[in-house]
């Protein structure tokens, strides 16, 4: 199971306040904060921010270390969001070097040349790095074909 899981109770304790919302018998208490969830399916977990910013939400069960990575997704994409691109960038970078096979990490190596793009003012070298190697070594993936427009950047900018 993942939500018992010692490294899916470690990643939510470290950064997250989790709730659990039952749907089909919502407490009137939670009537309002689960308004906005369209929930179609079980689970769909939503990641938002401290002022209720979506960070991210996805629908569906994943293994711990599936689960793990997506939080680790989540809290650079909260610094991104909240304008710290730097820490974004390093959160993704991590991410997308980090061992074992999850489809986020070419997702992570996406946000990573953006971040890298806004840290640096506009750094079309970090851009470039970052989604050249997606588009090489993920080619035709989502954010493999996402990243191969980087090839159509012009070579001064």
Known sequence: MTYPHPDTQSAIAADFVPYKINMLERHPDFRDASAGARVSWGPTLIVADGRGLLIRRWVGWLPP?????????????????????????????????GSGDHPIQAEALYWQGIAG???????????????????????????????????????DS
Request: charged share 25%; net charge negative; proline share 3%.
């Open 117 to 155: 793009f806004m840290a640096g003012k506009q750094d079309w070298a970090a851009l470039r790095e970052s989604w050249g190697r997606l588009a090489r070594e993920q080619p035709g993936t989502r954010f493999g074909t996402y990243a191969s427009v980087i090839h159509d950047a012009p070579e």
């Open 65 to 97: 270390d599936g689960f793990v990575a997506e939080l680790a997704f989540c809290r650079a994409a909260a610094d991104y969001s909240h304008g710290k691109f730097e820490e974004a960038r390093s959160g993704f970078a991590t991410l997308a070097e």
